[in-house]
């Protein structure tokens, strides 16, 4: 079983910026995918960016041009890079983890972005 610590959540002015990380820890043999979800009350909870194994990225429609997804294959760690923050970004952030086993998820993180 894959074990996800996210970090770097919290509150910023809009326009500001945010960098979340995730690492990731255990049966992580098999990744498939690595990738940030979010969340709002009362809402599914919807894909924000995902990296594919080979490196290939994909980013909501909502965040293109404003965030970054990377990862360290040598230390297990998924990173968002955001900026340009609106006050419709804020929710709750979930790093994710697709191996050829399971999916994980972290426990989240919580963005805010005051206008």
């Known amino acids: 079983q894959v074990h996800l610590v996210e970090s770097g959540g919290g509150l910023v002015q809009s326009g500001g910026s945010l960098r979340l990380s995730c690492a990731a820890s255990?049966?992580?043999?098999?990744?498939?995918?690595m990738g940030w979800y979010r969340q709002v009350p009362g809402k599914q909870r919807e894909l924000v960016a995902v990296?594919?194994?080979?490196?290939?990225?994909h980013y909501a429609d909502f965040v293109k041009g404003r965030f970054t997804i990377s990862r360290d294959n040598a230390k297990n760690t998924v990173d968002l890079q955001m900026s340009s923050l609106k006050p419709e970004d804020t929710a709750v952030y979930y790093c994710?983890?697709?191996?050829?086993?399971?999916?994980?998820w972290g426990q989240g993180t919580q963005v805010t972005v005051s206008s």
């Open positions: 994710n983890v697709d191996t050829v086993i399971a999916s994980s």
């Open positions: 255990g049966s992580i043999f098999g990744i498939k995918t």
């Open positions: 990296i594919i194994s080979g490196g290939t990225t």
